[in-house]
């Protein structure tokens, strides 16, 4: 093959194809779909599953686990990112980090976790720390910022539900 042969052929706004224009055509009369069947009719349509008559392949594996919707999304942050990434006595939140390009997308909560050493004096605001991140922080002379953030659905224990149903007694 060469250059000039790359693109022979092809055209840049192809005509479309004409059906059931006659013999001569090469797509008359049934008009490129065949001799009778479901597929020759006007209207049909068909399951993209659809595997000729045989159980569909998505019916036949397992089904397992499930999607928590309700799930909080949390970017993770590790201390050694922190002490590579800034200052001392810089202040680390949410948007210097993503300025800083080491979190990425959408997410809920932000969490600095304990991974590796921290020997620079910061002040850290996230959601949510690990205790061994939030310990490292503090002995390099930091300070640590809980931020208000999006909380898990808590789940109602027994105590807490037969309290409310109890009537208050009035004296």
Do not use: C, W
């Amino acid at each position: 093959m060469n250059l000039h042969e790359v693109h022979r052929g092809v055209t840049k706004n192809r005509r479309r194809k004409r059906l059931g224009r006659g013999p001569g055509s090469g797509t008359g009369k049934t008009s490129g779909r065949g001799a009778k069947g479901a597929k020759s009719r006007s209207g049909y349509s068909r399951k993209s599953v659809f595997q000729g008559g045989a159980m569909p392949l998505v019916r036949r594996i397992p089904k397992r686990g499930f999607t928590n919707k309700f799930a909080l999304t949390v970017a993770e942050v590790n201390v050694q990112d922190l002490e590579n990434l800034f200052d001392a006595g810089a202040e680390v939140n949410p948007e210097t980090l993503k300025e800083k390009g080491k979190v990425k997308g959408r997410y809920d909560v932000l969490k600095v976790l304990g991974g590796g050493e921290l020997t620079k004096k910061l002040k850290v605001s996230a959601h949510r720390f690990s205790k061994s991140a939030e310990e490292k922080i503090q002995q390099a002379g930091g300070e640590v910022v809980v931020l208000p953030g999006r909380k898990p659905v808590a789940k109602k224990t027994q105590a807490e539900g037969q309290e409310k149903s109890q009537p208050e007694e009035q004296e």
